[in-house]
Nanobody, 119 residues
Framework: QLQLQESGGGLVQAEGSLKLSCVVS????????MGWFRQAPGKEREFLAR????????IYADSVKGRFTISRDSAKKTVYLLMNKLTPEHTAVYYC????????????WGQGTPVTVSS
């Protein structure tokens, strides 16, 4: 059973940075995508970025282009999300997700890691 575990969230001041990690265990990662999403209080879950394990192709939501960077370490089965110049509007629970292939919905989710940005 494939499982995802996020870490790296916490409290950060505005204009600061955080790097989130997501470790995949219990499954194979070949020919699959990993994504990062967030859900702010009272809002729907929002796509941020995704990356393919094999080719490393990264796609970003317009709202985070130039500010967030997704990367992966296949040997460690770990995906990262580097977030720079954070603002209080980035306060949310951040989730990583997995899908087999490059199409369709992400169907495996981590528990989420909370990020709070203070002004």
């Amino acid at each position: 059973q494939l499982q995802l575990q996020e870490s790296g969230g916490g409290l950060v001041q505005a204009e600061g940075s955080l790097k989130l990690s997501c470790v995949v265990s219990g499954g194979t990662i070949s020919d699959s995508d990993m994504g990062w999403f967030r859900q702010a209080p009272g809002k729907e879950r929002e796509f941020l970025a995704r990356i393919n394990w094999t080719g490393g192709c990264a796609i970003y939501a317009d709202s985070v282009k130039g500010r967030f960077t997704i990367s992966r370490d296949s040997a460690k089965k770990t995906v990262y999300l580097l977030m720079n110049k954070l603002t209080p509007e980035h306060t949310a629970v951040y989730y990583c997700a997995f899908r087999k292939g490059r199409l369709g919905a992400f169907n495996k989710w981590g528990q989420g890691t909370p990020v709070t940005v203070s002004s």
